[in-house]
């Protein structure tokens, strides 16, 4: 017997029973209310610094950035790296020659000559990151075989770590800092409480003397010449009536100034300039538009009467003043709107372009920082799936609202994503669509893109679409029947593989595309699927599934993993719920659905729950799974499917009632749902070292789809209708 994960007294059904949309309305409200949709973070990025390999490693080769560096110096690299929570983290490491790596002061790892003479040799480094700051430094020293080397996150799709600028003078600038060569090795290292006042550091944070006697805009962009750059910021009035207000200075060319996208004055020549702006209460924008000439651009304001000042316009880390830049644009180009240019790409006639700050090669870089809101990955393809379908169900707004908030964050930015890629080496934001190579890349998350599309516009969404949908078509890897499979990408996993879970990345987005379109080739598609992947995953004495199918080895794995069943026969039910009454394989498939639900119902636990391994009564119950048995029941019967619907029925019943009891407490917060796996032919990994988190975004969505059929069910059976 296993153990329970809550005290019968703490879960929701002391609360609620197994009312449905109560227990809907709370695992919701608690997933939003700490999920709150905060923006991405903006940070200051020096161009001229370290920069990121497209595995998002950072890239430390000091004999390029000091090509006169000798054997036996020493460069430096310091960063810092914030953490909610005492954790370790594994990080790869590539050694270029000798180093030295420190975590808070301590050496956490130190180059063998194996890392000196293979650049190649991947070491995992295990770094224990304390609650707070962490300062690492590197101490790199120079051989002939070279000097440097990279670090990088352990998974970079699932944790695309970026560290900060660990000196208060950068405070909130992404990336590592790092030293002049150094002849002699440092008596104490910089850490918390450091500045950069004794040594120099690079990349350059201030102009040099010739650079700041030229107007901002100059030294940012050049010349301009037949172009033309805007800078912008925000005049706060505390006046609470209207008020004059002049705005005087000089100009190093022609300039335009607007006022809340109101043209105010446009100065044609270089000289002293006044404006004369009457300002209500509040913030306005302020964009001056600057022209370039006879090798003369920008501008200087003079200081600002009482009572109004210059804000920010947005909050960027790492600025040093209240103005952002873009540009160039070619002169006839219009002024972007400024209010909703941080949020996708700068579109102009010359390619794309994004803000910049009054520092040397300093730009202004979105990265995604919070724990959920605006990442795009396939687990949150499914919570907000379920968040989606329960805010329809229960005409709550709100929640539509959020979903879509969440969604639209991701699509607006696709493209950003693609060029900071290019720029930098790695982008900041949407980091496993901008490194598009696998079906959990996009077809998850894509799949509930597009069912949100059907009712609300989501800028960006079909050029998304677009991508994936060639992704499954043209690029993912298939076997000669067309089989949606996995090459080995990784020296530990050699073998190709084909996995269960990969019919959940794949079906759900060809039958949206399908219903997007109208394509057939796409609904043919997601058919083939599953008459190919049960050749190699069935196991007919069981009427299950193997996880995964090795062709190394040339067998499956004989483990029935909960959630990989799961993924197969839910995504088996949104096939059949849009696959047309005459397609030539429906009978067949609807064969195959009633197979499996024969055999999981036989493996339904005393509880109601089905276990992580659903043939090994010892180990745990396992949420995520049970919801998904439950939701393909209750289509089953729903839809007509099952013709012997009482045994379901009661299974389903029994399912939601166990789950009110064992799996969700009071407060929303769900337990039991495993973690992500990898695969293996031990039954003991799955049963013991894929243990389960709490409220894991594997299974929230799920949890919240499986209410919803039972719910539905409800309604129809009261209904009378089967």
């Known amino acids: 017997?296993?153990?329970?994960?809550?005290?019968?007294?703490?879960?929701?059904?002391?609360?609620?029973?197994?009312?449905?949309?109560?227990?809907?309305?709370?695992?919701?409200?608690?997933?939003?209310?700490?999920?709150?949709?905060h923006p991405m973070a903006y940070r200051a990025f020096c161009a001229n610094g370290i920069r990121k390999n497209h595995d998002y490693s950072y890239d430390f080769n000091f004999v390029k950035r000091f090509p006169e560096l000798q054997n036996g110096q020493i460069v430096y690299a310091w960063s810092q790296y914030w953490s909610d929570v005492d954790?370790?983290?594994?990080?790869?490491?590539?050694?270029?020659?000798?180093?030295?790596?420190?975590?808070?002061?301590?050496?956490?790892?130190?180059?063998?000559?194996?890392?000196?003479?293979?650049?190649?040799r991947r070491t995992v480094v295990t770094i224990p990151m304390h609650k707070g700051w962490n300062h690492l430094v590197f101490q790199f020293t120079k051989t002939e075989a070279g000097s440097g080397g990279s670090l990088g996150p352990g998974s970079y799709k699932s944790n695309p770590v970026h560290f900060l600028a660990p000196s208060p003078e950068r405070f909130g600038h992404e990336g590592w800092i790092y030293s002049a060569p150094q002849d002699h090795v440092w008596s104490e290292l910089p850490g918390e409480g450091s500045t950069e006042a004794d040594r120099v550091w690079y990349p350059e944070l201030v102009w040099n003397d010739d650079e700041k006697a030229r107007t901002s805009v100059a030294r940012i962009f050049g010349e301009l010449n037949g172009r033309y750059a805007i800078a912008w910021t925000k005049l706060r009035s505390f006046s609470p009536k209207l008020r004059n207000v002049e705005l005087s200075g000089y100009a190093e060319g022609s300039i335009a100034i607007y006022v809340d996208g109101e043209l105010q004055t446009r100065i044609d020549q270089a000289g002293?300039?006044?404006?004369?702006?009457?300002?209500?209460?509040?913030?306005?924008?302020?964009?001056?538009?600057?022209?370039?000439?006879?090798?003369?651009?920008?501008?200087?304001?003079?200081?600002?009467?009482?009572?109004?000042?210059?804000?920010?316009?947005?909050?960027?880390?790492?600025?040093?003043?209240?103005?952002?830049?873009?540009?160039?644009?070619?002169?006839?180009?219009?002024?972007?709107?400024?209010?909703?240019?941080?949020?996708?790409?700068?579109?102009?006639?010359?390619?794309?372009?994004?803000?910049?700050?009054?520092?040397?090669?300093?730009?202004?870089?979105?990265?995604?920082?919070?724990?959920?809101?605006?990442?795009?990955?396939?687990?949150?393809?499914?919570?907000?799936?379920?968040?989606?379908?329960?805010?329809?169900?229960?005409?709550?707004?709100?929640?539509?609202?959020?979903?879509?908030?969440?969604?639209?964050?991701?699509?607006?930015?696709?493209?950003?994503?693609?060029?900071?890629?290019?720029?930098?080496?790695?982008?900041?934001?949407?980091?496993?669509?901008?490194?598009?190579?696998?079906?959990?890349?996009?077809?998850?998350?894509g799949a509930t893109m597009l069912l949100a599309l059907q009712n609300h516009p989501l800028q960006g969404a079909e050029r998304i679409a677009d991508v994936i949908a060639d992704y499954i078509s043209n690029r993912q890897d298939r076997l000669p029947d067309g089989s949606l499979y996995r090459k080995p990408k990784h020296v530990d996993f050699p073998n190709a593989t084909l996995w269960c879970d990969d019919l959940y990345m794949s079906v759900p987005y060809l039958c949206r595309s399908y219903?997007?379109?109208?394509?057939?080739?796409?609904?043919?598609?997601?058919?083939?699927?599953?008459?190919?992947?049960?050749?190699?995953?069935?196991?007919?004495?069981?009427?299950?599934?193997?996880?995964?199918?090795?062709?190394?080895?040339?067998k499956p794995t004989k483990i029935a993993w909960g959630r990989g069943n799961g993924w197969v026969i839910f995504s088996l039910s949104e096939l059949l719920a849009v696959l047309p009454e005459s397609h030539e394989q429906r009978g067949e498939l609807l064969q195959f659905f009633n197979e499996l639900s024969e055999g999981y119902l036989r493996l339904q636990g005393g509880n109601g729950l089905w276990h992580q391994v659903l043939t090994e009564p010892t180990s745990y119950e396992e949420t995520s799974c049970t919801s998904m048995f439950l939701y393909a029941y209750a289509r089953g019967v729903r839809y007509g499917w099952i013709t012997d619907t009482e045994k379901y029925i009661a299974a389903i019943h029994k399912g939601w009632n166990g789950m009110a009891r064992i799996s969700i407490d009071k407060f929303g917060n769900v337990y039991g749902v495993c973690r992500g796996s990898g695969y293996s032919y031990s039954v003991g990994y799955y049963k013991d070292d894929l243990s389960w988190l709490l409220n894991d975004t594997h299974g929230i969505g799920i949890v919240l789809l499986a209410g919803i059929e039972v719910l539905q069910l409800e309604r129809h059976l009261v209904a009378g209708k089967v």
């Open 272 to 445: 002293a300039f006044r404006a004369n702006l009457q300002l209500a209460y509040g913030e306005h924008n302020l964009v001056i538009q600057c022209f370039g000439a006879n090798g003369s651009v920008g501008f200087r304001l003079d200081p600002l009467s009482v009572g109004v000042q210059l804000v920010e316009p947005y909050p960027v880390h790492g600025a040093k003043d209240a103005w952002l830049y873009l540009g160039p644009f070619l002169a006839g180009e219009s002024i972007p709107d400024v209010e909703n240019s941080l949020l996708a790409l700068v579109e102009t006639q010359e390619g794309g372009t994004f803000w910049r700050l009054d520092q040397p090669n300093t730009w202004v870089r979105p990265f995604t920082e919070n724990a959920l809101f605006g990442k795009w990955n396939y687990p949150l393809g499914v919570t907000l799936y379920g968040m989606l379908q329960t805010g329809k169900l229960l005409g709550r707004d709100d929640l539509l609202q959020y979903v879509y908030k969440h969604i639209e964050t991701c699509t607006r930015l696709y493209t950003y994503a693609n060029w900071d890629k290019a720029q930098y080496g790695a982008s900041g934001v949407l980091n496993t669509l901008a490194t598009l190579d696998s079906l959990d890349d996009c077809g998850s998350f």
């Open 515 to 554: 219903q997007q379109t109208g394509e057939i080739s796409y609904l043919e598609d997601a058919a083939n699927q599953f008459i190919q992947f049960k050749k190699k995953l069935y196991i007919p004495e069981l009427q299950i599934m193997s996880h995964v199918y090795d062709f190394g080895i040339d």
């Open 87 to 120: 954790t370790p983290l594994n990080f790869i490491l590539h050694c270029y020659g000798p180093l030295i790596l420190f975590a808070n002061g301590q050496p956490i790892y130190k180059a063998n000559i194996a890392d000196e003479l293979n650049p190649k």
């Open 1 to 37: 017997m296993t153990e329970r994960y809550i005290d019968i007294n703490e879960s929701i059904f002391t609360k609620c029973g197994d009312r449905v949309s109560e227990i809907l309305a709370t695992v919701s409200d608690r997933y939003v209310g700490n999920n709150p949709p």
